[in-house]
């Protein structure tokens, strides 16, 4: 396998944890963004590194690292909605009051 592909593979991940963490990372109760979000965020990163250690030409390379940014900043912002109660997202367990 050449470079471009493996680069390719890896900003895939990195676009899927992306995604991962888009979704989940406003799953503030109980701090479940910690656990379940964050991870997928983090191992995100690596990988869109690792995808611009091989391929640093490829479109995806921005598309990638612009989506992690963008979950990142939503996820805190629902943080910070959340904790000053001015937001509240119901998820499947529920948030206590």
Same mark, same amino acid.
């Given at each position: 396998?050449? !470079?471009?592909?493996? +680069?390719?593979?890896?900003?895939?991940? $990195?676009?899927? #944890?992306?995604?991962?963490?888009? /979704?989940?990372?406003? $799953?503030? #109760? *109980?701090?479940?963004?910690?656990?379940?979000?964050? %991870? %997928? +965020? =983090?191992?995100?990163?690596?990988? *869109?590194?690792?995808?611009?250690?091989?391929? %640093?030409?490829? !479109?995806?390379?921005? =598309?990638?690292?612009?989506?992690?940014? =963008?979950?990142?900043? /939503? $996820? /805190?912002?629902?943080?910070?909605?959340? $904790?000053?109660?001015? *937001?509240? /997202?119901?998820?499947?367990?529920?948030? %206590?009051?």
């Amino acid at each position: 396998m050449d !470079k471009q592909t493996k +680069g390719t593979i890896f900003y895939i991940i $990195s676009l899927l #944890c992306g995604l991962w963490f888009f /979704v989940f990372g406003t $799953s503030w #109760c *109980w701090l479940m963004a910690l656990l379940f979000a964050y %991870p %997928p +965020g =983090i191992i995100g990163i690596r990988f *869109w590194y690792l995808g611009k250690k091989y391929n %640093p030409h490829s !479109k995806l390379k921005n =598309i990638a690292l612009g989506l992690l940014l =963008i979950a990142l900043i /939503v $996820s /805190v912002t629902a943080f910070i909605l959340i $904790s000053n109660n001015i *937001w509240w /997202v119901p998820t499947i367990m529920g948030c %206590p009051d």
